[in-house]
């Protein structure tokens, strides 16, 4: 929280709560990055326990988003934020939503290649998932850097590579159908990999909207709903 | 907006606003039902203007999401709301985020829709997946009733039939893979099919977490990530 830039407040104690609520949404992302990982270790080496080790954390993430929610309602309460320090409450209640969504695709990831793994039908090639796996993991490392610098500009360069994250996930998408209409037999296993890779092109999603969230707190603009050319002009100043 | 019990001000004008905000959630409402009944005669009937009609509306989705958040946004900053009006304001803003995903998910089954009837390959049953359309519509509509009221009870009746939502939709799963299996070269057209049964569920999911929010308002507790047993019981006051 070196260069997070909330308002400094006389009241130590409305200090101490902003800064206990930005660490506890960095521990929430450590988490769910971790959580991330273990499911992508268990889906592409076919590691069991790491499997059992997501599927038995999520509600750690569960518990995160609930006691982060209600250190918001007590600012909003108490303290009544105004200009950056309530836009940056509202960016931590909608980022630790999205957090909690990864955290749930992660479960879902850890139960599909646990899945596999039970019915032993891993035979379908995983290095295209793997990539996207790992494409989507920068990005979401990238939008919780980001906010934890409330980086705008490292914002948008995060959201910019959804389109990568996008093109390869219709790749997988058609590779997997076209396999499917070659090998029938093998629909059930293709589509635990077809809903994995559907998972993580939704984290890049979600990774996504953690960035608007920070250019939201940075611009005090609501970057939502535009394209990434017109954020990326806001973002540098470059208002045409 | 008749039984919703947010306080009554001195001010006319914040009492103005508070109310101003629920009757835009309605709207918003009423707009995303729409597109998703749209999106469903597209689907289930082939209807091409209708499935047009949702991709071109989803903007409007947006424009009131963006609109809303700002009024909501405004009033924390001006009106320091406390109580059961913070519970309302932060419901407001969870509750619109779900409502705009609910509209992309209806945008992308009026696309699947657009897609099926282009490769003219309706040749798969649409019977299930128009059932599963029905159950969720009617979620969708009961979910919207209960926050109009702030009826936890109704939240919470809604938020059962989610398991319902959950066993159809596993069911038309398990059949379009077996469609799959035993037709390879259709395996395009189910997936769009299986696209869309899976936009459904994530729309019963997303009128669950509307329901979660009235309760939370209701009742000043946050019952996610609880059962509905648990849910249940607090709303009806039997806090064993």
Redesign the interface.
Known sequence: MDKMSFSHHISHQYNAELSKIVNNVMRMGELVQQQLADAMVALVEGDSARGEQVVTSD?KV??F??RI??AC?HV??RR????SD??LV?AV??TI?DLERIGDEAERIGRMALHLLEADRRRSPMEEVAALGELVQKMLHGALEAFAHMDAAQAVKVAQEDNQADAQYEAI?RHL?QS???D??S??SI?DILWSA?SLERIGDRSCNICEYVVYFVLGK?V??TSFEQMAAEATGDRR
Chains 1, 2 share one sequence.
């Open positions: 509600y569960n518990a988003e609930v929610d209600e309602t909003l309460a009544h934020p105004a200009a309530l836009r509202i209640v909608k939503t998408v159908m499917m209409e070659e029938p037999k629909v059930a589509m559907r609501d939502r709903h």
